[in-house]
């Protein structure tokens, strides 16, 4: 069963960091790529940063350049987003979601439509708040 568990969030300052992980388990193939999305109040789920299992190619959407790092860890199967100088728009749910069926590339997986996330796998999110 596959399984994209999420951890890392929490309650942090402006200017504040976190790093968020997310922990692959139960693929029959490794996915093609993983992906960081947030889905703010109120707002549509948005892809974030974007990373290739194979080759490690990233990608980042514009307001995170910079500031957030995506990562991967092969051996423990994990992705990470380190995120420096948060703001309070970085707030919101934070998904991990995996490209299973090897259907997109990296950027291609970042920019997807939100009428096709069906065809990623996900994690349950975690809750990023950048406050005073």
């Known amino acids: 069963q596959v399984q994209l568990v999420e951890s890392g969030g929490g309650l942090v300052q402006p200017g504040g960091s976190l790093r968020l992980s997310c922990a692959a388990s139960?693929?029959?193939?490794?996915?093609?790529?993983i992906g960081w999305f947030r889905q703010a109040p109120g707002k549509e789920r948005e892809g974030v940063s974007c990373?290739?299992?194979?080759?490690?190619?990233?990608f980042y959407e514009d307001s995170v350049k910079g500031r957030f790092t995506i990562s991967r860890d092969s051996a423990k199967n994990t992705v990470y987003l380190q995120m420096d100088s948060l703001r309070p728009e970085d707030t919101g749910v934070y998904y991990c979601?995996?490209?299973?069926?090897?259907?997109?590339?990296?950027?291609?997986?970042?920019?997807?439509?939100?009428?096709?996330?069906?065809?990623?796998?996900w994690g349950q999110g975690t809750q990023v708040t950048v406050s005073s």
């Open positions: 139960g693929f029959s193939v490794d996915p093609s790529t």
């Open positions: 979601a995996a490209d299973s069926l090897r259907i997109t590339t990296v950027h291609a997986m970042c920019v997807l439509s939100s009428s096709l996330y069906q065809y990623l796998s």
């Open positions: 990373i290739s299992v194979s080759d490690g190619n990233t």
